[in-house]
């Protein structure tokens, strides 16, 4: 995601069925912006390819072995890079 900016909740003025709808709404998209993204990759390792964030999941599509075909990236900052990945 280019920008990561957090979908504000509706103002305070705001009451009544319509504000407990929105909020509902924001809290909602607010999780998904941190969800976890699934890339595919084809090759030996994802390491140096794949972008991505910590927590994030990558699949092997061309892997025979059921061991070597999920990947989850390790990290502990929300910065994306291309290596950190290990095997799930």
Known sequence: MANDRAVP?????????????????????????????????SGADPNGVVSGYPGDLCVNLVSTSSDLRLYQKGGS????????????
């Not at 909020?23 to 990759?41: H, N």
Request: charged content about 15%; aromatic content about 6%; proline content about 11%.
């Open 77 to 88: 900052l929300r910065v994306p890079s291309k290596t950190g990945w290990v095997i799930v």
């Open 9 to 41: 909740f509706p103002p305070s003025s705001l009451t009544g069925p319509l504000a407990d709808h929105l909020e509902a709404v924001s809290t909602i998209l607010r999780g998904l912006v941190a969800a976890p993204k699934i890339s595919a990759f």
